[in-house]
């Protein structure tokens, strides 16, 4: 039963990767117009094809396979599932595209299924059909869980990055709007003195201000992408103080002061629980150690003595 379930995965996968792979009617008409253009153009089939075999064989056969398996993979998504890895991979800094990151989903959910199987089929487990079908089941969904773990650990240390740094931020903001740069001005400097995240985070607000959005549209993006409470205080504050005209220089002098203040306040919180992080290592690790160096010499005095 088990050699039959085994072949049915592998025709299934076989099938599966036949019909993602195999290129489509619209590709096969883009290839023969990018053909024709080339020999229009006095471009000779020989000179195409040297300036692609110089090309490595991953940028020349592995990446269009797996771009190609990426954007079959993204259509059968579901929508909600797309939204949701769209806007993880924003809060992380764009590391990879929507489709690339799905397909890689995909795919490490296909390899852990596979290993399940294949071990089950060399160890020769015998047993309900349903227990042996759980443990590839398993496989798969920590395999498709591990993307999601890694961009989990991206999001949050771009978070805390983000809100390290938001009251030096906000320092250069306040300096920089009280000597007579406007706000905009200000948020450029700061894009500019700032490095990775801050740069490309106010970096994208300017670039929408320049599209034509509004000062509080583009700053409620800027608060829905770093998804910091820290970042969705300050943008409501800005917001406020532009609409109702108040000093920009002053909100954002009270902004720092509370933001500094907040920093100070998580630096004592983390201080106050080291102690009882410490605990477990000390139980674990340094007793024994301690028991063993001051009752050890006692415990093998007491055993000769018994023994004579």
Do not use: C
């Not at 396979?65 to 599932?81: D, G, H, Q, W």
């Not at 949701?84 to 390899?111: E, N, V, W, Y």
């Not at 700061?190 to 929408?208: A, C, D, R, T």
């Not at 320049?210 to 770093?226: E, H, I, M, Q, V």
């Amino acid at each position: 039963m088990l050699s039959l379930i085994m072949v049915l995965v592998f025709l299934t996968f076989g099938t599966m990767t036949y019909l993602l792979l195999a290129p489509s009617d619209e590709q096969i008409m883009i290839w023969r117009r990018a053909g024709d253009l080339r020999v229009r153009r006095g471009a000779g089939p020989q000179k195409v094809e040297d300036e692609e075999l110089s090309q490595p064989f991953s940028e020349r056969v592995l990446r269009p396979i797996f771009e190609n398996l990426y954007s079959r993979i993204m259509k059968i998504a579901p929508l909600s599932l797309r939204d949701k890895i769209r806007r993880k991979l924003a809060q992380a800094g764009h590391p990879m595209d929507t489709a690339r990151f799905i397909g890689i989903k995909a795919i490490s959910a296909s390899i852990g299924m596979l290993v399940g199987v294949v071990f089950f089929t060399l160890g020769n487990s015998k047993g309900p059909v349903l227990s042996q079908l759980m443990f590839p089941i398993l496989l798969a969904y920590i395999g498709a869980f591990l993307p999601e773990f890694w961009l989990s650990a991206k999001v949050g240390q771009r978070k805390k990055a983000l809100g390290k740094a938001l009251p030096d931020v906000l320092d250069l903001l306040s300096v920089s709007v009280e000597a007579g740069l406007g706000f905009d001005g200000a948020i450029q400097k700061v894009s500019e003195k700032f490095s990775e995240p801050i740069s490309g985070e106010f970096g994208l607000y300017l670039k929408e201000i320049r599209l034509g959005k509004s000062r509080a549209d583009a700053l409620r993006n800027l608060a829905d992408r770093t998804d910091h409470p820290d970042y969705r205080t300050f943008t409501a504050a800005i917001i406020q103080a532009d609409q109702l005209g108040a000093s920009m220089a002053r909100v954002l002098r009270m902004q720092s002061e509370s933001m500094r203040l907040k920093r100070k306040q998580r630096a004592e919180e983390q201080a106050m629980k080291a102690p009882v992080k410490m605990l477990f290592p000390l139980i674990m690790f340094i007793f024994p150690t301690l028991f063993l160096v001051i009752l050890g010499p006692a415990v093998i005095h007491i055993l000769r003595n018994y023994k004579m």
